[in-house]
């Protein structure tokens, strides 16, 4: 059951960190203050931020990336990071070529 | 607890958000309400990016056209939010004379309709094109069309309606539409109540459970299809592609990734319990599909699968209606997997509807009680 959340509730401004330069994301190169601007900007949950900042849909798929965004979010969110649902994974679990994939049917044969 | 606006919106797909905007942008108060924890989590988040005219219903190729010339051009730059709209062209494909019979019955109806859409020559589609395999005798150009990023454009609509003031509550299921005094007023969930002079329903295929609550039913179903992407690989083309027999649809993203989609032949014969998770028998049936029409993309690496829902109408074109029954009442879901393309049109069409004022094309096609049985 998924949990009733407002998104025009007051989390304040986004003020600039320090470190709002480091990479989160480094298959997708998304840095700490792309993610807190995109959660200012009303992305709430990290299916959300992967949408619409790409983090965690490179080649790693999040395996990487995915706790240390969930972190942020919380922290920017003041709630706790369990309230927060994970993205979901998605089949491959290894990048696969098309022709590899594509392969499968004549398997039984 | 009763939340009230002059407009209350179910469902935050692409079609909700984007009719946000437009009202927020009118001066009307509007609340979103969402079942899902996530902004636009069915078919607006899943679907594979097409901003196409060729091959729409008569009814619909108006709403398409306009999208194509008054509304995707200008979109980033209104919503200040790239939604990475290409405007390349469209190739449908063919590779047999029957392919080439149902590309000239498409081509035929999209001129009728006033599209720039012509038959063009295997050799033709490959100077367009030069990545597509000899196997490819023939296919449909329009060159007015395009492709869009749906995860973009579906949270870009969010996130300006809500900078504008609308209200979004995530994770809140809608049980029932209520009258009040003959009007549809009240939308009940699991623990609130939202009260709005005017009601609109877009929930997608959920919508004719809610719209059931009032009386109301539209005959679709949900189909089940998919969609892979890619590893970003070096620039090849931005044309939209289809092709004739439907093996796959899809586009090469700004990011550089492609994304197709594709079925299997089971899309209604689906689990039922979760429309989001895939199949082992799909994606590598897509990617059959798409090595015949570009054999270089057999050693592009697959990163992800996923799957969506299509509330598939059974005439295969949307319902965009007031409802003389329940009035304050404004449905709009049965979009039949091609809503993705028409969703700034739709949604500008619906909040002038909202509004009370004259729409800008006529959306009299689409009206709720055109369905007849056989007999």
């Known amino acids: ?109 | 607890m009763a939340d009230q606006a002059d407009v209350v919106i179910i469902g935050s797909g692409v079609i909700g958000n984007a009719t946000a905007y437009y009202l927020a942008k009118k001066g009307l108060s509007v609340i979103v309400i969402e079942k899902a924890s996530d902004i636009g989590n069915g078919g607006s988040s899943r679907n594979g990016g097409g901003v196409r005219q060729s091959g729409r219903h008569p009814k619909e190729l108006p709403l398409a056209i306009y999208g194509a010339q008054h509304l995707w051009p200008t979109l980033s730059e209104e919503l200040g939010v790239d939604v990475e709209y290409y405007q390349e062209g469209n190739l449908r494909l063919g590779k047999t004379k029957e392919h080439l019979a149902v590309l000239a019955d498409i081509v035929e109806k999209g001129k009728a309709g006033g599209l720039e859409l012509d038959m063009v020559t295997g050799d033709q589609a490959r100077e367009i094109c030069p990545h597509l395999s000899d196997e490819v005798i023939g296919a449909s150009w329009c060159p007015t069309d395009g492709h869009a990023n749906p995860l973009m454009t579906t949270l870009a609509y969010y996130k300006k309606a809500r900078q504008l003031g609308v209200r979004f509550i995530t994770g809140e299921g809608v049980i029932a539409i209520k009258k009040v005094r003959g009007k549809a007023r009240e939308v009940v969930t699991a623990n609130n109540s939202y009260v709005g002079d005017t009601i609109i329903l877009a929930a997608g295929f959920a919508s004719r459970k809610i719209a059931a609550s009032i009386g109301i039913d539209i005959p679709m179903i949900e189909l089940v299809m998919e969609v892979l992407v890619t590893e970003e690989q070096p620039k090849m083309f931005y044309q939209m592609l289809g092709t004739a027999a439907a093996d796959f649809y899809g586009h090469q993203s700004t990011h550089g990734s492609f994304v197709f989609g594709g079925s299997s032949g089971h899309e209604a014969y689906h689990r039922g319990d979760d429309i989001t998770a895939t199949t082992s028998m799909t994606a590598p049936c897509i990617c059959r599909g798409i090595m015949k029409y570009f054999p270089q993309l057999a050693d592009a690496k697959i990163v992800r699968t996923w799957a969506g829902a299509i509330d598939d109408c059974v005439d295969h074109i949307p319902v965009i209606s007031h409802v003389e029954e329940v009035p304050g009442l404004i449905l709009a879901c049965g979009f039949s997997g091609h809503g993705f393309g028409i969703a700034p049109t739709v949604g500008l069409l619906i909040s002038e509807m909202a509004a009370g004022e004259e729409t800008t094309l006529d959306v009299s096609g689409f009206r709720y009680d055109r369905f007849k049985a056989k007999i």
Not at chain 1, 25 to 34: P, S, V
Not at chain 1, 72 to 99: D, V
């Open chain 1, 1 to 109: 059951m998924s949990k009733i959340r407002d998104r025009s509730i007051d989390i304040g401004t986004y003020c600039p960190q320090p470190d709002d330069q480091l990479i989160i994301c480094r298959c997708e190169e998304i840095t700490k203050g792309e993610i807190r601007q995109a959660i200012y900007d009303g992305m709430h949950t990290l299916t959300e931020l992967r949408r619409f900042l790409r983090t965690g849909m490179g080649p790693c798929q999040g395996q990487s990336c995915s706790k240390i965004i969930q972190g942020i979010l919380a922290r920017e969110l003041k709630i706790s990071h369990l309230e927060l649902e994970p993205a979901m994974s998605r089949a491959p679990m290894r990048p696969i070529e098309m022709s590899v994939l594509g392969n499968e049917v004549k398997g039984g044969e």
